[in-house]
C-alpha cells in the first residue's frame, strides 16, 4: 500500500524522529512506512490520521491490483 | 523489589557455583549422580548470575535515563518490532522441526537406545502439540 507520509511530514516540517516520538513507535517504523515496505496496523494507521488532523484515505493509497 | 530479587538471583548464582567447585574439590572419586551435579551446579550458578546481574545492570541503567527507559518502552512495544520478532520466531520455529526430525532420523539409523530416541520423539510430539493447540487456541481467541 502506498501512502503520502513522507511528503505530508515535510510538509509540516517534522522530523521522523519527531514522529516517532509522538506515535510512539519506533523510526525505523517511520522509515519504513514512508518507503511503502512496511503496511501499518489500523490503530496506528488512525494514530497517523489523527495526529495530522486528516483522514485515513488522505495519507494511504489503497490500490485494488495489490489483492 | 525487582532489583533485589535480580541481585537475589545472582547471589543465589554465586552460591550454585561455589557448591559446584565446593563438590568437585570435596568428592575425590564420584560415584552416579555426583560425577554430573557439581557441572550442573556450576552451569544453572553460572546462568543464575549472568541474567541476574545482566537484569540488575539494565534496570539501573533505565532507571538513571528515563529518556532511554522510554525508547525501550517504543521499541518494546512498537509493532513492526513485535511482528518481526514474531516472523523471526515462526522461521525459527519451522526449522527447528527440520533439524529435530534430522537428528531423531540419524539417531534411530545410529541404532541409539530406545531409551534416548522415545523422550525425544515424545518431546518433539509435545511441541508440534502445543504448536496445533495455540494455533486453535488463538484462531477462537479472533
Redesign the interface.
Known amino acids: 500500500m502506498k501512502n503520502r507520509l513522507e511528503e505530508i511530514r515535510k510538509e509540516k516540517g517534522i522530523k521522523q524522529e519527531e514522529l ?2 509522538a506515535l ?3 523510526r ?2 517511520i522509515g ?1 512506512l514512508e518507503n511503502d515496505r ?1 503496511n ?2 489500523i ?2 494507521a488512525f494514530r497517523i490520521a489523527k495526529y495530522f488532523n486528516m483522514t485515513i484515505e488522505d495519507i494511504f493509497i489503497y490500490e485494488e491490483e495489490e489483492q | 523489589m525487582k532489583k533485589k530479587k535480580n541481585l537475589l538471583i545472582a547471589l543465589s548464582g554465586i552460591v550454585l557455583i561455589l557448591i559446584g567447585f565446593y563438590l568437585i574439590k570435596a568428592i575425590a572419586d564420584p560415584q552416579m549422580i555426583m560425577k554430573t551435579l557439581p557441572y550442573l551446579c556450576i552451569g544453572l550458578g553460572c546462568g543464575l548470575f549472568g541474567d541476574g546481574l545482566g537484569e540488575y545492570i539494565s534496570k539501573k541503567a533505565i532507571e538513571s535515563d528515563p529518556k532511554l527507559a522510554k525508547q525501550i518502552e ?2 518494546t ?5 513485535i511482528m518481526i520478532g514474531n516472523m523471526a520466531k515462526a522461521k525459527g520455529f519451522d526449522m527447528m522441526l527440520y533439524v529435530y526430525s534430522a537428528l531423531l532420523l540419524t539417531f534411530a539409523l545410529m541404532g541409539i537406545s530406545y531409551t534416548v530416541i522415545i523422550p525425544m520423539v515424545i518431546a518433539y510430539l509435545f511441541v508440534v502439540g502445543y504448536s496445533i493447540y495455540h494455533r486453535t487456541k488463538i484462531e477462537k481467541s479472533f
Open positions: 516517532a516520538t510512539e513507535v519506533s525505523q517504523t519504513s512496511y501499518p496496523s490503530l496506528l | 517504543i521499541d512495544k512498537d509493532e513492526r518490532n
